[in-house]
């Protein structure tokens, strides 16, 4: 079996080793009193490491190899980064390691104090083809333990997701009222247009977006405008209403529309670009729907009054896109689905991440406990997991569990998941 690198810093970090009774390969005691701090940039793999090697105790860093060989074939012996390293860590032992003023690197076999059981283990989750790599064992775990785990990705889920925001308000210097909308377009594209509508909301002036608030002709216009709908020869009088506004507002602001494609295909009618644009004017149409009008809000039902209020106007309850009437009228109003996906995705992540930025501990933990008070969302990932028996009871756990298959399941990151660490741990 081949081991990697990654492996024996995953053992390392978490001393799985069987015993604490460590001797360097010339024979001296190891005692581990504290294994370092894990380096993720250039340099040795674990810093600020503190060893006893024999009767002398060592402050420094810790280099983890597959083989010792491999501090030359990696160079480190011109590296003055490595010339602290007080331990080398390797599995293979196949040629000494001397630092520049030729004292001799102390070097553990890593090999020498692994069960086979923990190599094992590891092979089956990386060598499984099951749809996730522990499929077949995480029934076996505690569930308490599991559920934990879940319960912390979602966590991290919403970190990720801050990332995204904070790097939109790096890129509006800092304009949190710009980034909400922003957001909320976003949002409002759901998962098949949502760049494209995160780059109508970036075109659109937030500032015009306040000012027409009150006046929904000019507010569809400007955004049906924006997102290239209204270039087309009309014969109907609502769309040929809102492309003379545009033309008038295209003129006054320097207005510029969006080269984002807007896509419809397989998708049902009450999903279509347009109908979500008719739905998010009608919303913007609200006072509330501003960033500190989000942020004040207390109860999952206050966003379900916003949501449930939205009323598209007349046009679109006769319409699924511009020239074409249905046969059928239907008020467009979001189903239950929608509305959570639009809680979690917009207003839960913004509030989550409007308290990350500004340590607000009170707004973070709001936001999970919404995602606690929420419904499991349904999709094919969710009733997989459950299909296997691991249950979600409320939003925080299916976006928990969306968060583990997306970021670590599918890429094998079983040494960075709690559950395999868990599963190497038995």
């Given at each position: 079996?081949?081991?990697?690198e ?24 190891i ?24 009767s ?21 012996q ?10 080398h ?7 000494e ?6 004292s ?15 190599l094992?283990?590891?092979?089956r ?17 505690d ?7 879940v ?13 995204l ?13 710009k ?17 494209a ?9 937030n ?13 569809e ?7 290239g ?8 009088a609502y ?13 006054a602001y ?92 917009a ?22 406990r ?22 979600a ?10 968060h ?23």
């Amino acid at each position: 079996m081949a081991i990697p690198e990654d492996l024996l810093q995953f053992i390392w970090r978490l001393r799985l080793y069987h015993t604490d009774q460590l001797k360097t390969v010339n024979g001296e005691s190891i005692q581990v009193l504290h294994v370092g701090e894990h380096n993720d940039n250039a340099g040795p793999d674990f810093l600020f490491s503190k060893i006893r090697i024999g009767s002398e105790l060592w402050t420094g860093n810790v280099e983890i190899h597959v083989r010792s060989s491999d501090w030359f074939l990696h160079g480190h012996q011109k590296d003055a980064k490595y010339a602290n390293v007080i331990l080398h860590v390797v599995w293979d032992h196949d040629q000494e390691v001397i630092h520049e003023d030729g004292s001799l690197v102390p070097t553990l076999r890593l090999s020498d104090y692994v069960s086979e059981e923990l190599l094992k283990q590891y092979q089956r989750l990386m060598d499984g083809q099951r749809w996730i790599p522990c499929e077949s064992q995480i029934l076996h775990l505690d569930s308490f333990k599991v559920e934990r785990w879940v319960e912390r990705m979602a966590v991290e889920r919403m970190e990720d997701k801050s990332r995204l925001i904070l790097e939109l308000l790096q890129k509006f210097d800092g304009d949190w009222e710009k980034i909400f909308f922003i957001w909320l377009f976003r949002s409002f594209g759901f998962k098949v247009n949502a760049d494209a509508f995160q780059a109508l909301g970036e075109q659109l002036s937030n500032l015009l977006l306040l000012k027409y608030r009150t006046d929904i002709s000019k507010l569809e216009a400007m955004i049906f405008g924006q997102a290239g709908f209204l270039n087309s020869t009309f014969d109907e009088a609502y769309p040929l209403q809102l492309q003379k506004e545009y033309i008038y507002l295209k003129k006054a602001y320097s207005l510029k529309e969006t080269h984002f494609p807007l896509l419809f295909s397989r998708m049902r009618p009450h999903n279509f670009p347009t109908i979500r644009i008719a739905q998010l004017a009608s919303l913007l149409q609200n006072e509330s729907v501003r960033l500190q009008g989000i942020l004040a809000i207390e109860n999952l039902s206050e966003f379900r009054w916003l949501l449930n209020n939205i009323r598209v106007t007349h046009y679109w309850k006769t319409h699924f896109s511009f020239a074409k009437q249905s046969l059928a009228t239907s008020d467009h109003s979001l189903s239950e689905m929608s509305q959570n996906s639009l809680i979690i995705n917009a207003f839960i992540a913004l509030t989550f991440s409007y308290g990350a930025y500004f340590k607000l501990e009170d707004l973070k933990e709001k936001a999970m406990r919404w995602l606690e008070e929420l419904p499991t969302e349904r999709n094919n990932i969710i009733q997989k997991f459950e299909d296997i028996g691991v249950n979600a009871w409320h939003a925080a756990h299916s976006q928990g569990l969306l968060h583990i298959k997306r970021k670590y399941c599918d890429s094998k990151q079983c040494l960075r998941c709690g559950i395999g660490l868990e599963l190497l741990r038995r």
